[in-house]
């Protein structure tokens, strides 16, 4: 197993997926027609320790210019990991066989109304300058990583944020309301430690915030 750890690390997360791939091909091997086989999206929520959605309602809450990518209408999904945890036990307790996509929201949802409804349920003032995804690429800044939760919603990543979840929720999978994750990811988050808070990781720092605002104004006005 630790070679195993290893070798990923090593591989700068490229053999992240198929390495998934490969254990759910032995789970079949093994367990042939008995297998259950649930395939998270991102997992948000209290206690998480990448800030992957963190950020967002941390950013949201500091208020002031807020840089968001894209133009708003690329699609997001993700899923609380109360509502994923509590999903895995009633599949494992009722012996519920077969493959899931697990994630949310329940009905598709797109960047700009994650951000404003987030905004809205943490009560912020902050405004939302909407940066291209082109600006972003030349800039080198990155999606998901960079702005955690977003991918572009064309090319390559077109189907990334558009996983079918019809089947799970068949089989029970319900996702709470994203006011409440939101409000509940803020409140845990900020309880932690005052080292913790100052060190989010994922997202951008608010200074390179600052210079890409700089930056795309000055370009956009050169552009008018």
């Known amino acids: 197993m630790a070679e195993t750890q290893e070798s990923v690390r090593a591989s700068g997360g490229t053999l992240y997926g198929p390495l998934k791939a490969l254990s759910e091909q032995q789970a079949e091997k093994h367990f042939p027609g008995a297998t259950t086989i649930i395939r998270p999206g991102l997992i948000v929520g209290p206690g998480d320790d990448t800030d992957r959605f963190t950020y967002w309602p941390v950013r949201l809450a500091r208020g002031g210019k807020t840089l968001a990518p894209g133009d708003g209408s ?3 999904q993700f899923i609380d990991v109360r509502d994923l945890s509590e999903w895995i036990i009633r599949v ?3 012996r519920i066989l077969g493959t899931f996509n697990a994630t949310g929201p329940a009905t598709p949802l797109i960047m700009r109304d994650m951000l404003l409804t987030i905004a ?3 009560n912020s003032k902050a405004r939302l300058t909407w940066v291209s995804t082109d600006f ?3 800039e080198q800044v990155s999606p998901w990583s960079d702005m955690p939760v977003w991918v572009p919603g064309t090319g390559d990543s077109a189907g990334f944020a558009r996983r079918r979840i019809g089947k799970a929720q068949a089989a029970g999978l319900a996702c709470r309301k994203l006011v409440d994750t939101a409000v509940d990811t803020l409140e845990w988050f900020t309880q932690q430690p005052a080292e913790r808070q100052a060190m989010l990781k994922s997202g ?5 915030e600052a210079q890409l605002l700089q930056l795309w104004r000055s370009r956009s006005t050169s552009d008018a």
């Open 74 to 76: 690329d699609p997001v």
């Open 92 to 94: 494992a307790e009722s």
């Open 120 to 122: 809205r349920a943490i």
């Open 136 to 138: 972003l690429d030349s």
């Open 204 to 208: 951008i720092s608010a200074e390179r």
